[in-house]
């Protein structure tokens, strides 16, 4: 017999069961379900024609999700998983051609996911090819093994590491991770031979290897592949790694041979000089997917954290290959954005745990936003209102030229009638707000268009007691125009990043507003005066017509 023969993994709990042999199939098993995963029961049998059949019991719900993935220890969702199917039906069909592996998600059940069945297909080369068997099974006997393959192998022999030979006889037993040599030698070259079962427990397999020749399989429970000097590094007491061919029926061997790489699930002789244990210890970090870990890429990735779980900004692990800066949680701290930037005024990202009132990407004042991320003195409440939409009515710093030599004032600024940004309007009590106090009271209400403000049945006062002043009736004249000139240029447009109107219409509506005893008003320089005022002489006639403005409108072009 020769000795360089190696294993050829099936990573999937095989189970038996007496019903479905008939189908070819593997279905589930009942004294030994501690050994495979936890779940509701999943059967997987071969119906014939190349195809592979999951089927389960009702779990009381109407829907149901088929995942796959090449991962045998994988959760629906997760980035190595896909959605196969999906609907009432309690079954899935697939072609066998494919490592697979399959889980089944009932949404609402008692209990929501099944365990985990596999399928894998083999190539049965003439010659010997080496059956790896590292998952639970109820097919434990060569008798059993030769009846599932079709091709019907003509020979069975296990290596004994203690006493380092073969073992043969039409009544070996085998188990999780132990091997099984089977010599092919019918047509066609190679045959196709595909395991299907349930993915087992960890501790299932369990291997002693022994000083000399050990024939196991390759890491079963991780996936990927694997480097032999990656996997001789991490045997204890490892001497050599032998990789069998089954098409040359050779054997590669490192060191001696220089390095192969080893597919996962592929058989392997491991060479040790003492006792030790197969798998090698599972270490997050060693390159390899184990149990309990959801990805291992030998260190941080742009996938994978240090610690062996996927990459994700708020799983408060740091992965600066992913490009997080920091990782508090997806949530603001005082310096970490939710997003895992570092926290910085100036990045476009409003932080107030980090004691931001704004952010507007960049390190500019007399923009609205500071260069320290404070509100700025904006030029209106138009502008103040775009940068933060958020902010209430109410009194705010403006500077409406920025770094000149105007000093700031404080306006009023209202935010919330139509869409808000209105300076020195108040909607809500129908009012325009003038300087040292002073104010209009629009009587007949405030409002608004696209590009103007109209105060209807304007007084100085809460009352009808002063009017404001115009000499024509008919407004044709420029009386009015300290509405222009003076009230104008401190108020503001929602449409309009800065204060000031272009226009003014205003007259009386005859039958009303009729002069009261000559008692009209004017607004110069902050000042609310007579009509008669020298202050207001440059808008006055030499008499006073018997009426007041019904109403005015400020609009901007």
């Given at each position: ?57 009702s ?61 894998l ?15 639970v ?28 030979t ?70 204890e ?30 058989p ?10 197969w ?10 997917t ?75 004042d ?17 502008a ?11 009194n ?17 600024c ?83 990043v ?19 005893l ?31 403005p ?6 901007f072009?």
């Amino acid at each position: 017999m020769n000795r360089n023969i190696v294993t050829l993994v099936l990573l999937s709990c095989i189970a038996c069961d007496s019903n479905a042999a008939g189908e070819g199939g593997i279905a589930g098993i009942e004294d030994q379900e501690q050994r495979i995963l936890d779940g509701f029961d999943l059967s997987i049998v071969k119906p014939g024609n190349g195809t592979v059949r999951v089927s389960w019991e009702s779990q009381g719900v109407g829907q149901y999700e088929v995942w796959a993935s090449h991962n045998p220890y994988f959760a629906p969702g997760d980035p190595n998983s896909t959605l196969v199917g999906s609907g009432p039906q309690r079954q899935y069909s697939t072609l066998t051609n494919t490592e697979q592996y399959y889980r089944v998600r009932a949404p609402g059940a008692v209990v929501e996911l099944s365990t985990t069945v596999g399928q894998l297909p083999y190539s049965l080369y003439s010659g010997y090819t080496k059956l790896g068997w590292c998952l639970v099974s109820e097919i434990d006997t060569w008798r059993e093994l030769k009846v599932d393959i079709a091709s019907m192998p003509s020979y069975g022999a296990m290596w004994d590491a203690l006493t380092q030979t073969w073992l043969v006889g039409a009544s070996l037993t085998f188990d999780v991770g132990e091997v099984l040599s089977v010599l092919h030698r019918h047509a066609p070259n190679p045959a196709t031979y595909t395991a299907v079962g349930y993915v087992p427990t960890e501790s299932d397999v369990q291997v002693d290897l022994l000083p000399g020749d050990n024939l196991v399989t390759s890491l079963p429970l991780r996936a990927g592949s694997i480097l032999a000097s990656d996997l001789l590094d991490i045997v204890e007491s490892g001497e050599r790694i032998g990789g069998w061919n089954p098409a040359t029926q050779t054997t590669h061997w490192y060191p001696d041979d220089g390095d192969f790489v080893l597919p996962a699930c592929s058989p392997v002789h491991v060479q040790v000089s003492a006792p030790s244990a197969w798998p090698p210890p599972q270490m997050c970090g060693d390159g390899f997917t184990s149990p309990g870990e959801a990805c291992d890429d030998d260190g941080e990735s742009s996938a994978c954290d240090g610690d062996c779980t996927f990459a994700e900004c708020g799983d408060a692990v740091v992965n600066e290959t992913a490009g997080e800066d920091c990782d508090e949680g997806a949530v603001d701290t005082a310096t970490c954005n939710e997003d895992c930037t570092a926290a910085q005024c100036g990045d476009g990202y409003l932080n107030a745990a980090a004691g931001e009132q704004c952010d507007d990407g960049n390190s500019t004042d007399y923009d609205g936003c500071s260069s320290e991320c404070g509100y700025d003195l904006s030029l209106s409440c138009s502008a103040l209102h775009a940068l933060s939409p958020a902010l209430p009515s109410g009194n705010y710093i403006l500077d409406t030229d920025g770094a000149g030599a105007a000093p700031p004032f404080t306006a009023y600024c209202d935010m919330d009638h139509d869409g808000g940004g209105w300076t020195n309007l108040d909607f809500a009590n129908d009012q325009v707000l003038l300087d040292n106090g002073h104010r209009v009271y629009c009587h007949g209400g405030l409002t608004s268009t696209a590009n103007a403000i109209t105060c209807d049945n304007p007084f100085f006062s809460s009352t009808t007691a002063m009017p404001l002043f115009h000499f024509a009736c008919a407004g044709t004249d420029d009386s009015a125009d300290y509405i222009l000139d003076h009230m104008a240029p401190g108020l503001g447009h929602r449409n309009s990043v800065s204060l000031g109107f272009s226009q003014l219409q205003q007259r009386n509506v005859p039958g009303e507003g009729f002069s009261v005893l000559n008692l009209e008003y004017c607004y110069v320089e902050g000042q609310v005066v007579l009509w008669s005022d020298p202050l207001c002489d440059e808008y006055n006639r030499p008499t006073n017509a018997s009426c007041i403005p019904n109403f005015f409108t400020l609009r901007f072009l």
